[in-house]
């Protein structure tokens, strides 16, 4: 036997002192009566009456268990759900235009992201993000609309330089956490760490939550010049900007979250363990065992021990 809430027993330590308390007035009570008159001259004898403060003890430990929320046992009971939720956060930032993937990595970044919801079998939303992170689609399960929102992300266009992974991933789960239902957050990024450094903090809050983070890096780890309109980018000395793709930011939150990192997956089968192979909104079954509760026989207790204190308050008027 067990208590979902077991704070109410300790209305128990209150019953002795309720019965002495009723137990010490009904004694006064048949002293003061008799000054005036006997019970027989009533006409209102009740002997039993002596029994009522034990009525009253009963049925409040009866009330007392039966607040406690005792339960006892499972009964297996079939919950229909659906597939988790996914955040996906695609990171936009300048380095991300660097073309060492065959293409830019935004433009891979975009290919993977469209494979990933295409076959996702829950809601989806989408996270662009640079020095600070925004939410470009809240949770959705109008995929074609977050895949045309993929393809019209620029580098540079969130207008914060660098890469914030721990307000990105803050982000994700304040999404996540809109909705009951379960969901995890996939980072797209070349890895590239620019942030606020409340990493710690922010691993610690999604693993609170039961939430995995899971990261595709692309890019190459050789470095790579970034291309520009008006030719090669390069810094504030006129030097020119290198960016390499880096995995051991990433392999951090996603070792410590329970997700999976995985390194330019391009090859055909490379994002199955990410990809959820279930139809959009496709109902499944899971059998889920849930306690089942005993407060009908205490509680049951309590309402008859109250109404025979009632009755045996017969003859105290």
């Known amino acids: 036997m067990s208590f979902r809430s077991p704070l109410w027993l300790w209305m128990l330590a209150t019953v002795p ?3 002495l308390f009723l137990v010490l007035r ?17 006409g209102l004898a009740n002997p039993a009456r002596i029994l009522r403060p034990y009525a009253i003890a009963i049925a409040l430990v009866a009330f007392a268990l039966s607040a406690a929320g005792p339960y006892a046992g499972f009964t297996t009971v079939p919950v229909m759900g659906r597939e988790f939720n996914r955040v996906i956060a695609i990171d936009v930032s300048n380095s991300m235009a660097a073309e060492d993937v065959g293409t830019s990595r935004l433009a891979a970044a975009k290919a993977v992201a469209r494979r990933l919801i295409e076959r996702h079998g829950g809601r989806v939303a989408l996270i662009a993000f640079e020095g600070s992170a925004e939410v470009v689609s809240p949770l959705t399960s109008d995929t074609e609309a977050v895949a045309a929102l993929i393809d019209t992300l620029q580098p540079g266009e969130v207008g914060e330089p660098g890469s914030d992974f721990s307000g990105t991933i803050l982000k994700s789960i304040r999404l996540a956490e809109a909705d009951a239902t379960r969901a995890d957050v996939v980072i797209i990024t070349d890895g590239e760490e620019q942030g606020s450094g ?3 903090e922010t ?3 999604a693993r609170s939550r039961g939430i995995r983070i899971s990261a595709i890096v692309l890019g190459s780890a050789a470095g790579s010049t970034i291309p520009t309109p008006d030719g090669i980018l390069r810094d504030e000395s006129g030097q020119v900007v290198t960016t390499y793709a880096q995995t051991d930011v990433m392999e951090r939150v996603t070792s410590q979250t ?18 959820v192979k279930t139809t959009p909104g496709n109902a499944r079954e899971t059998l889920v065992q849930v306690p089942v509760d005993r407060y009908q026989w205490p509680l049951a207790l309590a309402f008859v021990g109250f109404f025979c204190a009632s009755l045996l308050n017969r003859g105290a008027e």
């Open 17 to 19: 002192v309720v019965v």
């Open 26 to 42: 009904e004694r006064s009570r048949t002293q003061i009566a008799r000054r005036f008159a006997s019970e027989r001259l009533r």
């Open 198 to 200: 409340r990493l710690t």
């Open 203 to 205: 691993i610690t809050r």
């Open 258 to 275: 329970g997700g999976m990192l995985l390194e330019n997956p391009f090859a055909e089968n490379a994002l199955d363990r990410l990809i």
